[in-house]
Nanobody
Framework: QVELVESGGGLVQPGGSLRLSCTAS????????MHWYRQAPGKQRELVAT???????NYADFVKGRFIISRENAKKTVYLQLNSLKPEDTAVYYC?????????WGQGTQVTVSS
């Protein structure tokens, strides 16, 4: 059974920071491409950041320079460091693992940016 579990979300003021974690079980994380998505109420789920199995990273333009995605394969964990947070970053953040036809999702963790 495959499970992805996100953690680290919470309430933070604008300009603050948060570190999200996604810990996987049931898969070999090192060979999966790992993504973070987010979804705000009434909006489509959008891709935030990717770290490929080879270690290459990609970011959406709206978070570039503020967020950092990383992975620790031995811990079966992927991180998303969120810095300089804005109210528009408020969303549920989801972890996603992809390998060819395999595609797994976590339950999400809520990030709320508000003063």
């Amino acid at each position: 059974q495959v499970e992805l579990v996100e953690s680290g979300g919470g309430l933070v003021q604008p300009g603050g920071s948060l570190r999200l974690s996604c810990t996987a079980s049931g898969i070999t994380v090192s060979i999966y491409d790992m993504h973070w998505y987010r979804q705000a109420p009434g909006k489509q789920r959008e891709l935030v950041a990717t770290v490929y199995s080879a270690g290459i990273t990609n970011y959406a333009d709206f978070v570039k320079g503020r967020f950092i995605i990383s992975r620790e394969n031995a811990k079966k964990t992927v991180y998303l460091q969120l810095n300089s947070l804005k109210p528009e970053d408020t969303a549920v953040y989801y972890c996603n693992a992809v390998l060819n036809k395999f595609n797994y999702w976590g339950q999400g963790t809520q990030v709320t940016v508000s003063s």
